[in-house]
Each structure stands twice: as C-alpha cells, then as structure tokens.
C-alpha cells in the first residue's frame, strides 16, 4: 500500500492549495505551472511567499519529483519566480497580482475621518503588550492539559479566583470563584441574562442603544427611568406587580450622561429589589476610572443576593481580548451557565489564563494606575482647551471614565456633529443615546449636547483632534 502523504516525512513542508486540470499523464507539468502562474496572478501566493520544497509538493499533489522540479526551474527562468541556495523557492516581488476588473461605480463609503472622538474605544498603542507577552509565557508554561480541551461554561478556574479576589479588593464585590461566570462582554452577558431573566426591564433613558436592541432581540421589552446629575432616578420604579422586575444601570458613572449614582440612590434602589423580588443589572463598565477621588465601591456590595454585577477588560486592556464576566446571585447560576451551552464559548482559555497571571502578578493593577492617569490628563486637556477657545461650553458629569459629555445650546446638536464631520472628525451627539420613548424626562431627557471620547485618539493626534473639535463648537 502507498504510504499516506500525512505520514510521509516528505510532506512536512508548508500545505499548498493547488487544483490541476484534469488532464492526460504527459501535461502534468503543465498543468502545474499553470495552477501556480493563477494562484500568484490572483494574489493567493503573494510575493516573497515561500513555496514548499519540490520533493513536498511532489508527494501532497501525488507527482513526480522531476515533474514538480522541472515546474519550478521553468517559473524561476520566466520570472514568477526565484531560487537561492539557503532560500528556498518563493514568489518574485515583482510577480504582484493583477488588479481586478472595475466595475461600474457605485456609491462607496465616506473616507475614514481624520481625528476620532467617538467614545468606548481606548488607544490600541497604550495595550502592555510587554507584560501582557510575560504573563502569556507565564500561564502557557504552567497551563494544565485540560486548558487545552473542551472548555467549562463557567469558564476557567484560575481566572474566576483572580477576579475573585480582585474584585473584592478593588470594587468591594462580595462574591467567590462559584458565583462568578466569564463571557465574552457585556453584551454577551445581557444576551444570557435576557434568556434567562426575561421579562420587562427599566433601563436608564440615555444608554447604549445596541444594548437596547439587543434586549428587544432576545424578547425582552425596556422601560426608561429618567436620569439627572445624581444618575437613574430609581424612585420611579414601580412597586411590587406593577412594573418591570429588573432594572439595568451604569451606577459609577452613567453612561453616557456621567453622574454617579447618589448614596440614597443605591440604598434604595437594593430597598426596592428586596421588597419586589427584583433584581438590579449593575454595568461596572469603567468603575476602575475615577480620578477626582477613590472609586466608590459596587452597589452589588450591598447585596449579593439581588444584584448581578457585569464587566469585562474592554475599557481597561482592549475590547478585542473579548472577556468578561458576571458576579451572580446563586438562584441565576444554573440558569446562566445553562443558557451559555456546555462548551466555552467566546473567549479563549489560553487568554483567560493569561489575565488570571497578569491580575495576579500586579501588572493589571499598575495598567490601570497607568491609564488612569493617562486618561485625567486627557481629560484635563480638554477642559482646558475648552475654557480658553469655547468657555460657553460645558464639560458635565464627573471627572472619571474614557468620555465627557458637552453640555451644547438646545437645537444645536446636529448642526455640530455635521460641522465636526466636515472638520474630519468623528464624534457622536448625546441624542444618539437616549430611549426613544424617554420623551422629556425633566433635566435627564431632550438635552443637547457631544459625547466625547478622549481615550480614543493616540497622543500624537488628540491636539488636533480638540483643534477640530473647537472649530465645530457653536460661537458664544
């Protein structure tokens, strides 16, 4: 019997797709050359691409030897491609794929803006790749075999304890590993909460609007409970039987208007989860990020029992590590770990052991130091631009997180986010933000103003990105 080409020796070079032409015994060599003069014309094997050796190829394609070695030294001498001793065989740089046809024009999408001001996203540059190499050494060289199987829905142990512990010394959470499940986000977490929670739920009238959607998607119908400079006026939830059974919020900085929740605020929102059977979604979605003061502590503190608490690392590292998590009473955890499947999903086991390395070695904790401090200095620069060139602009809310909002005259929102588009920059109006049925909700609801994200732009670019942004502002 012929030896499989996957336990051949020979077929340990690189894996190539090549389809030949069916065709008799004697064009073999042809048809070869042909695959490959394609594959390097229609930019499949780019140039400097190094092909396998011809004894490898031979044995995957089921060729001769002679037949694939006389392809190649046929391509070197027609110039697609090149051999040097100790290089190997690869594409010519010259050797560039042909542009494809044009077709007839059609409306494309407007030019990438030259400054970006749009909240949520922190600075790609400032990630700790360093640290984050060591701890990812760190956690593949101790990682037991089993990280590298079918994963638990509750996601891995060594990272829920880290959490564990930090979230207690840093947030004031009271929760062990147990109760804590990992997903890939936030808005991983709400999708799973809305399976299992269901139901009507208050949402604060200025929110996320793709977690709105996402809400209606998964069936679940939102009520907006107005906000005001102490944050969600949580005194409007209705009493028991009479209104929605869960109640979403942004307690330590609202998002996106920036008050805090007040003290009497969350006492009584716990009081009204606890006298309704209710449950309170708090979204610690930048609780790391004040600066004025020490951050106050999760109201999911005050009671485990009724509060689940959501965050994940894509404020503070990078949205792109797509982890999460969700500190949960113990009558959800079933339901939840039921609704998210038997298998980990989302986020990857080898990354989540490398957070749990990089939260317990103290490097996340010198990051967020780090970015605090980057991120006041962001925002003290902003303040201070607009006190000298557009003092009747207000900075509202308080100093925390990776965005302000501009308090701007009534009616005057749209003209300036089209003005800032036609200065090159990106920014978002706070109107984009609110509950469509939030209506005139007192000072919480039909305010004008622009959401800024000052974490978003690197160094290099935020000067010119608050120069376009003052040139877009309305006159005094």
Same mark, same amino acid.
């Not at 797709?17 to 050359?33: D, F, I, N, Q, V």
């Not at 002679?66 to 051999?83: K, P, Q, R, S």
């Not at 891995?156 to 062990?176: H, P, S, T």
């Given at each position: 019997?012929?030896?499989?080409?996957?336990? @051949?020796?020979?077929?340990?070079?690189?894996?190539?797709?090549?389809?030949?032409?069916?065709?008799?015994?004697? @064009?073999?060599?042809?048809?070869?050359?042909?695959?490959?003069?394609?594959?390097?014309?229609?930019?499949?094997?780019?140039?400097?691409?190094?092909?396998?050796?011809?004894? @490898?190829?031979? &044995?995957?394609?089921?060729?001769?030897?002679?037949?694939?070695?006389?392809?190649?030294?046929?391509?070197?001498?027609?110039?697609?491609?090149?051999?040097? %001793?100790?290089?190997?065989? $690869?594409?010519?740089?010259?050797?560039?794929?042909?542009?494809?046809?044009?077709?007839?024009?059609?409306?494309? $999408?407007?030019?990438?803006?030259?400054?970006?001001?749009?909240?949520?996203?922190?600075?790609?540059?400032?990630?700790?790749?360093?640290?984050?190499?060591?701890?990812?050494?760190?956690?593949?060289?101790?990682?037991?075999?089993?990280?590298?199987?079918?994963?638990?829905?509750?996601?891995?142990?060594?990272?829920?304890?880290?959490?564990?512990?930090?979230?207690?010394?840093?947030?004031? +959470?009271?929760?062990?590993?147990?109760?804590?499940?990992?997903?890939?986000?936030?808005?991983?977490?709400?999708?799973?909460?809305?399976?299992?929670?269901?139901?009507?739920?208050?949402?604060?009238?200025?929110?996320?609007?793709?977690?709105?959607?996402?809400?209606?998607?998964?069936?679940?119908?939102? +009520?907006?409970?107005?906000?005001? #400079?102490?944050?969600?006026?949580?005194?409007?939830?209705?009493?028991?039987?009479?209104?929605?059974?869960?109640?979403?919020?942004?307690?330590?900085? %609202?998002?996106?208007?920036?008050?805090?929740?007040?003290?009497?605020?969350?006492? /009584?929102?716990?009081?009204?989860?606890? /006298?309704?059977?209710?449950?309170?979604?708090?979204?610690?979605?930048?609780?790391?990020?004040?600066?004025?003061?020490?951050?106050?502590? /999760?109201?999911?503190?005050?009671?485990?029992?009724?509060?689940?608490?959501?965050?994940?690392?894509?404020? =503070?590292?990078?949205?792109?590590?797509?982890?999460?998590?969700?500190?949960?009473?113990?009558?959800?955890?079933?339901?939840?770990?039921?609704?998210?499947?038997?298998?980990?999903?989302?986020?990857?086991?080898?990354?989540?052991?490398?957070?749990?390395?990089?939260?317990? =070695?103290?490097?996340?904790?010198?990051?967020?130091?780090?970015?605090? %401090?980057?991120?006041?200095?962001?925002?003290?620069?902003?303040?201070?631009?607009?006190?000298?060139?557009?003092?009747?602009?207000?900075?509202?809310?308080? &100093?925390?997180?990776?965005?302000?909002?501009?308090?701007?005259?009534?009616?005057?929102?749209?003209?300036?986010? $089209?003005? /800032?588009?036609?200065?090159?920059?990106? +920014?978002?109006?706070?109107?984009?933000?609110?509950?469509?049925?939030?209506?005139?909700?007192?000072?919480?609801?039909?305010?004008?103003?622009?959401?800024?994200?000052?974490?978003?732009?690197?160094? $290099? #670019?935020?000067?010119?990105?608050?120069?376009?942004?003052?040139?877009?502002?309305?006159?005094?």
């Amino acid at each position: 019997m012929a030896e499989s080409w996957v336990n @051949s020796a020979e077929g340990l070079g690189s894996d190539l797709h090549l389809e030949l032409e069916k065709a008799g015994s004697g @064009s073999r060599r042809a048809a070869l050359m042909r695959a490959l003069r394609e594959a390097i014309r229609g930019g499949r094997l780019a140039p400097g691409t190094r092909l396998p050796p011809y004894r @490898s190829l031979a &044995a995957d394609l089921g060729l001769a030897r002679n037949t694939v070695a006389d392809a190649y030294a046929e391509l070197v001498a027609e110039g697609w491609l090149t051999a040097r %001793q100790g290089s190997g065989t $690869r594409v010519a740089q010259r050797a560039a794929p042909t542009a494809p046809p044009q077709r007839a024009r059609t409306p494309t $999408r407007a030019a990438r803006p030259t400054y970006d001001l749009v909240q949520g996203r922190p600075d790609p540059s400032a990630f700790p790749r360093s640290a984050w190499l060591a701890s990812a050494r760190r956690a593949l060289t101790a990682a037991p075999n089993d990280a590298f199987g079918p994963g638990d829905p509750r996601g891995r142990a060594e990272l829920r304890q880290a959490l564990a512990e930090y979230l207690a010394r840093v947030r004031g +959470v009271r929760a062990d590993a147990g109760r804590i499940v990992l997903c890939s986000g936030a808005a991983h977490a709400l999708r799973l909460l809305a399976r299992v929670v269901g139901g009507t739920w208050a949402v604060e009238a200025y929110g996320l609007p793709f977690h709105r959607a996402l809400l209606v998607e998964e069936g679940v119908r939102t +009520v907006p409970v107005g906000v005001d #400079e102490d944050g969600a006026r949580v005194g409007d939830l209705a009493g028991p039987g009479s209104g929605p059974g869960t109640v979403l919020l942004t307690p330590a900085h %609202q998002f996106p208007t920036g008050g805090p929740l007040h003290p009497e605020r969350r006492a /009584a929102v716990v009081d009204w989860a606890r /006298a309704t059977g209710g449950l309170v979604l708090e979204d610690d979605y930048d609780g790391e990020f004040r600066y004025d003061r020490q951050p106050v502590g /999760a109201v999911q503190g005050l009671d485990p029992d009724h509060v689940v608490l959501i965050g994940s690392v894509s404020k =503070s590292l990078s949205p792109t590590l797509r982890i999460g998590w969700m500190v949960l009473p113990e009558r959800l955890l079933d339901g939840v770990v039921a609704a998210k499947g038997e298998r980990e999903q989302w986020s990857s086991a080898t990354e989540q052991l490398t957070l749990a390395d990089f939260v317990e =070695s103290g490097a996340y904790d010198r990051h967020v130091r780090r970015m605090r %401090q980057r991120h006041r200095r962001r925002r003290d620069q902003l303040v201070e631009v607009l006190a000298e060139r557009a003092p009747h602009v207000c900075v509202t809310g308080i &100093a925390a997180g990776l965005h302000a909002v501009l308090e701007l005259p009534p009616g005057t929102e749209r003209a300036v986010v $089209r003005a /800032a588009a036609w200065q090159g920059l990106a +920014v978002e109006g706070l109107s984009d933000y609110r509950h469509p049925d939030s209506g005139g909700t007192g000072r919480g609801g039909g305010r004008d103003g622009l959401v800024v994200g000052y974490s978003t732009p690197a160094e $290099r #670019e935020y000067a010119g990105a608050l120069d376009a942004l003052c040139r877009a502002l309305p006159p005094a």
